[in-house]
């Protein structure tokens, strides 16, 4: 079936250090968004992502999505306390584009 | 400007009892998504509206849930006969639909339901 995969499942960085998450869909996907959940809270979107190799900054977050349209990262620079929380993707397949496939997400900590 | 509201917040029940759990999505929106997350895990597809039109259903839900969005606005989360395994968090979605291409499936989510069985 289709599958959106991300690693690492956990982070845990220096409060300044950098942070990347990697997605990957076992199938092509016409776009692909990413989500921040807060501890206690629910997923909000943060980004969609279209075109094949399209790349989309918002502050100290860079979006990438894959030449092929089969992944995707963010990367977050200079990570601060409040970029805690869990990162998802999730992507709308080309045969199904309605329907969006949620990543397990990546967890990540910021040590002050 | 109201966003995803979903009631109860937490529900405790008991093993073999009914529950049924109700969203109202953003009023514009067209479109409405039933998801199942557990700890540690991605928001898992339930099943979809488009009004009051049911699209698609995971072939993971069983016969004992059901959805329906009997006016094409709020839509209600049944599941009988609960299991423990069904303990999770059921949040619910809406996203504008037909209103505009490349926005139409981002995911608006309420606060979502805290279901737990004994």
């Known amino acids: 079936g289709q599958q959106v995969m991300q690693i690492p499942q956990y982070q845990h960085v220096q409060e300044g250090e950098d942070f990347t998450t990697y997605c990957n869909s076992s199938?092509?996907?016409?776009?692909i968004q990413w989500y921040k959940q807060r501890p206690g809270g629910h997923p909000v979107f943060l980004i969609q992502?279209?075109?094949?190799?399209e790349v989309k900054k918002q502050k100290r977050l860079t979006f990438q999505f894959g030449e092929a349209k089969k992944n995707s990262s963010l990367h977050i620079t200079a990570t601060q306390t409040t970029d805690v929380g869990t990162y998802f993707c999730?992507?709308?397949?080309?045969?199904?584009?309605?329907?969006?496939?949620f990543g397990p997400g990546t967890s990540l900590s910021v040590i002050p | 400007d109201t966003g995803v509201s979903q009631d109860p917040r937490h529900k405790i029940t008991k093993r073999g009892q009914n529950v049924t759990f109700r969203c109202d999505p953003i009023?514009?929106?067209?479109?409405l998504y039933w998801y199942r997350q557990t700890l540690g895990q991605g928001p898992e597809f339930l099943t979809y509206?488009?009004?009051?039109?049911?699209?698609?259903k995971s072939r993971l839900l069983s016969d004992r849930f059901s959805a329906e969005r009997p006016k094409g606005s709020f839509s209600t989360l049944e599941i009988q006969r609960t299991e423990q395994g069904d303990s999770a968090m059921y949040l619910c979605?809406?996203?504008?639909?037909?209103?505009?291409?490349?926005?139409?499936?981002?995911?608006?989510f309420g606060a979502g339901t805290r279901l737990s069985v004994l």
């Open positions: 199938t092509t996907l016409s776009n």
């Open positions: 009023s514009e929106h067209n479109r």
């Open positions: 509206f488009q009004n009051e039109a049911q699209l698609e």
């Open positions: 992502l279209v075109k094949s190799g």
């Open positions: 979605a809406s996203s504008p639909g037909l209103a505009g291409e490349l926005a139409k499936n981002i995911q608006y």
């Open positions: 999730a992507g709308s397949m080309e045969t199904s584009y309605d329907k969006v496939i």
